[in-house]
């Protein structure tokens, strides 16, 4: 047997585990300039000597904000509440929540599922019990409050505050956003609109909300990991819609951040594909979720991450799957949480090893007191963290999967 080998891939993917760190929403880069769009080709209103030049190419290269049309981003405008609460929920994976008591939010409008998210995790308040006033700018204390109770909700540290000192009208904040504010500057996400003003009662611009966007992700999820510098993979922007006779009406991100239709998923070509499955449940309920690799080109190395609401869902226990078992040894983070690591390895494979199959399974039980709504399952990976047997480094297609939590 080749022990050489052997060593190799435990080092190698050792000092992955070291390298990346977990997070609930990672998968936003510190540096927008690599890899997102060029927001001069898409946007004639957004200029590279504009100061949000980056900020509008992150947040658009995400998906987290789109043009007003397709080639205006209109940076000047205001942001409604109805928009800031639509790119919180696509940053979070546009889960799914049961409807809202809001009167003037319809099923028919784009940011209903949105609303009806923020409302039920406490992210986002009404005027009153029926009244969300979706169309109403969006002023700079109350981005800062949404973000905060984001932040909160993620369970991310938000113990950094200033005090505001410095600025002349930390007086004209209201009192439900002093602590938001202090919040938000402390970490960089919102500063003065001068040396001595943060003007807590205008409206955030467009393009003031995509920088501060870029600072959020930047500053306040966990950095540890980080998509360019790691060149981490995922589906987690998108995760898979709702299965129909027709395959999958949403689509799907492949590893290098393209969509995937679903008769490519379907297909794949042949590319190497990582999913898993789709489950409902009811409360209380224990149920398995498998994680399952189609176009196995002969892994001999692989470390992936899962990212799933704690809240709702408790990681009970996992077992290595039937296409690695007696192939690949499993070894898990010592405590299974959002964000646990799954680490395979191996000495050498033959071609009798490399089959199609279910690679990991996972045992989670639905919360007592848990919420109906659908919660995505993601998983990530870095560059370098799957390797074949001749240790090159491969980067399987991921679809991600929801359970769905019924009345």
Request: proline content about 3%; some cysteine; hydrophobic content about 35%.
């Amino acid at each position: 047997m080749l022990k050489k080998k052997k060593i190799i891939i435990i080092s190698v993917m050792s000092a992955l585990l070291i390298a990346t760190g977990v997070s609930l929403c990672a998968g936003f880069a510190n540096d927008s300039s690599k890899a997102f769009q060029n927001p001069e080709q898409s946007f004639s209103d957004v200029q590279e000597t504009d100061w949000f030049y980056d900020d509008v190419g992150y947040a658009s290269g995400k998906g987290l904000m789109q043009g007003t049309s397709d080639t205006l981003f209109a940076p000047d405008n205001p942001t409604t509440r109805g928009m800031l609460v639509t790119i919180l929920w696509r940053l979070d994976g546009e889960p799914i929540e049961s409807g809202n008591d809001f009167l003037d939010v319809t099923s028919d409008t784009y940011y209903y599922d949105a609303v009806a998210w923020a409302s039920k995790c406490g992210i986002v308040n009404g005027y009153s019990d029926t009244v969300f006033s979706p169309n109403d700018n969006i002023t700079r204390e109350q981005l800062a409050s949404i973000l905060y109770r984001y932040a909160e909700y993620k369970k991310y540290d938000i113990s950094k505050t200033s005090e505001l000192s410095e600025y002349t009208d930390k007086n004209q904040i209201s009192d439900y956003a002093v602590l938001a504010m202090q919040w938000a500057n402390a970490n960089g996400i919102i500063t003065g609109t001068s040396d001595d003003t943060l003007s807590p009662q205008g409206n955030a611009l467009r393009c003031q909300i995509a920088a501060m966007l870029k600072r959020f992700c930047e500053q306040i999820i966990p950095s540890n990991i980080d998509n360019e510098t790691k060149g981490e993979h995922s589906a987690t922007e998108q995760p898979k819609d709702d299965k129909t006779s027709s395959g999958n009406k949403g689509g799907n991100i492949s590893a290098n951040g393209n969509s995937v239709s679903s008769s490519e998923t379907e297909s794949n070509n042949g590319y190497p594909l990582i999913s898993i499955n789709d489950v409902s449940a009811k409360v209380g309920d224990e149920i398995q979720v498998s994680i399952t690799l189609k176009n196995n080109p002969g892994i001999l190395g692989m470390a992936l991450a899962t990212y799933y609401d704690e809240a709702n869902l408790t990681l009970q226990s996992v077992e290595n799957g039937e296409a690695f078992k007696d192939v690949l040894d499993l070894t898990t983070s010592q405590t299974l949480a959002s964000g646990s690591r799954f680490l395979w390895d191996g000495i050498d494979i033959s071609e009798n090893d490399i089959k199609d199959g279910t690679v990991l399974i996972m045992n989670f039980k639905i919360n007592n007191g848990a919420q109906a709504g659908k919660y995505p399952i993601t998983l990530k990976y870095s560059d370098g963290d799957i390797v074949d047997k001749n240790l090159t480094s491969i980067s399987p297609q991921i679809e991600n999967g929801y359970i769905t939590i019924n009345d």
